[in-house]
């Protein structure tokens, strides 16, 4: 457990508002008393023995000279222990084995009927919570220890926040020393840990940028720096640059199977990893995709990166700073679908490469998602193969009616058209034979195969992120989004598509397809 920056942020000022406040203290005694009402006989019993239980006391003191030497041992009644102590130099009774609501009693009694009395609620030894009855000696030192109380009370609620930071202890480490962050494809990694260590997702790209550029004014994507810089593209022989095979290829003699002729006869970075009590130059667990292997891994490839391209790490002092790294600094794939960069500095998104290998290297793999022209459908996953969605479609508007198919899960998929008229056209449609799902024309219909009936539905994207916005919580995207449309506000889910197909700044949208 750990409290995320904006959790940490919103309790200090909390507890600023709730200590700094002089009428806090009152006003909690107001409340407690309210809820101490005597409106029962046992309560009235309770409360007439106590005050002659805290006036036997208190008498004792006064008549031993404030010193309560009469009372050092302990003071038995009503089959409970009461025992003398000191807190802050003054004598104190110890309220042990009683309910919550006989302690608010004795609150009651004490603030009533003795003055020189101060009901005090404290953290003790081992932060166990103790409850006293204090003597002071005047109105002035009355109120001079109900400010050490809250002094105390103050110190040890802001103890228990910080203890409650835990593990982003780390993150605030790293994001004070201003280092440079390495990443292989890393933005979805920083929006998680933003989301996670600092506050909930901002709503655009820009304005993710600007929030995580304040924590981290320094990061490096090794796969940009890779499909942006011609030598090591070229050292990947223009092939993939997923982290696995960047480390096989630029780094033989750790990597798994790396064998490149091409980087043999290349100065190489020694990298020591040390387990348990042995050091090795020549390691590898085989453990990819878990987090400790892919971040030596990523570590590993940046290291080799810099050495290719004549950076020498015994010189340089600031590498963020240093002119062969710059222009790849803080820019990220934020779509490696779609081969888009944003540049964090600007939170722009960068329409050509970085580099000079337009060619292979910054073509599309698929067509960028245009949200006007898409549907979102679910249902059962034998429903929703792309292969039967694409014949089913293309049968009805045309060969060239779909451009991509994106699968969310096994029963959710989004669904592209080359043209927006043809979204309506689907669901107009697709309306039409769910009315008359009887009639010979909706069984015998191209569509009725991936339709069943009904059973597959459909939604625009204003929808899709509700859904993905649910504080609910599901596995399976058809059973979140039966979920959410069971709720008296989520309405139908089968809308008109009305969607914002400005791409740049739909920040979750790419990742929730990935």
């Given at each position: 457990m750990h409290l995320r920056r904006s959790q940490e942020e919103e309790a200090l000022r909390q507890l600023d508002s709730l200590y700094n406040d002089n009428s806090g203290y009152?006003?909690?005694?107001?409340?407690?008393?309210?809820?101490?009402?005597?409106?029962?006989?046992?309560?009235?019993?309770?409360?007439?023995?106590?005050?002659?239980?805290?006036?036997?006391?208190?008498?004792?003191?006064?008549?031993?000279?404030?010193?309560?030497?009469?009372?050092?041992?302990?003071?038995?009644?009503?089959?409970?222990?009461?025992?003398?102590?000191?807190?802050?130099?003054?004598?104190?009774?110890?309220?042990?084995?009683?309910?919550s609501r006989q302690l608010r009693l004795i609150k009651l009694v004490t603030e009533k009927d003795f003055k020189d009395l101060a009901y005090v609620h404290v953290t003790g030894e081992n932060s166990v919570a103790q409850k006293l009855i204090v003597y002071t000696d005047s109105t002035s030192d009355r109120d001079l220890l109900m400010s050490e109380v809250k002094a105390c009370q103050k110190k040890d609620s802001l103890v228990k926040i910080k203890s409650a930071i835990g593990f982003r202890h780390v993150i605030d480490l790293l994001s004070s020393e201003k280092k440079l962050i390495v990443g292989h494809n890393c933005f979805l990694d920083l929006a998680h840990v933003y989301s996670k260590f600092f506050g909930p997702l901002p709503l655009t790209a820009e304005e993710f940028a600007s929030a995580v550029r304040k924590y981290f004014p320094n990061i490096i994507d090794t796969k940009v720096l890779i499909n942006s810089n011609d030598e090591l593209f070229l050292l990947m022989r223009k092939g993939s640059t997923s982290l696995s095979k960047a480390f096989g290829v630029l780094c033989p003699p750790i990597g798994p199977g790396g064998t490149s002729s091409d980087v043999a006869g290349k100065p190489r970075v020694k990298v020591e990893v040390q387990v348990d009590d042995q050091r090795f130059s020549n390691w590898n667990s085989g453990a990819k995709h878990e987090a400790g292997y892919d971040a030596f891994m990523t570590g590993s490839v940046f290291s080799q990166s810099c050495r290719n391209l004549g950076i020498d790490f015994n010189s340089v002092l600031n590498l963020p700073q240093n002119e062969k790294l710059q222009k790849y600094i803080n820019h990220l794939y934020l779509s490696w679908n779609n081969k888009d960069i944003i540049d964090l500095k600007t939170g722009k998104i960068l329409v050509e490469s970085l580099g000079s290998n337009n060619n292979t290297s910054t073509k599309r793999r698929n067509p960028k998602f245009v949200f006007s022209n898409t549907v979102l459908l679910w249902g059962p996953p034998s429903k929703l193969r792309a292969k039967d969605i694409r014949d089913c479609v293309c049968k009805v508007f045309g060969v060239g009616s779909i451009v991509s198919i994106c699968h969310l899960d096994?029963?959710?998929?989004?669904?592209?058209?080359?043209?927006?008229?043809?979204?309506?056209?689907?669901?107009?449609?697709?309306?039409?034979?769910?009315?008359?799902k009887n009639s010979p024309v909706s069984i015998l219909h191209p569509l009725s195969k991936i339709l069943e009936g009904g059973f597959v539905r459909s939604a625009n994207y204003e929808m899709y992120k509700d859904i993905c916005g649910s504080s609910l919580s599901q596995v399976l995207f058809a059973e979140q989004a039966e979920a959410v449309a069971s709720k008296p506000k989520a309405g139908v889910v089968k809308l008109a598509v009305e969607v914002d197909s400005y791409y740049p700044n739909e920040l979750l949208s790419d990742s929730c397809m990935k």
């Open positions: 009152s006003s909690s005694n107001s409340r407690n008393d309210a809820d101490a009402q005597l409106v029962r006989m046992a309560d009235i019993l309770f409360t007439e023995r106590m005050k002659y239980t805290v006036s036997e006391w208190r008498a004792g003191l006064l008549h031993e000279g404030n010193t309560g030497s009469g009372f050092r041992g302990s003071l038995n009644t009503m089959n409970q222990t009461f025992q003398t102590t000191f807190f802050q130099m003054r004598p104190a009774l110890v309220l042990n084995g009683l309910s096994e029963t959710a998929a989004f669904v592209q058209f080359s043209k927006e008229e043809l979204v309506s056209d689907f669901l107009e449609l697709k309306d039409s034979l769910e009315r008359e």
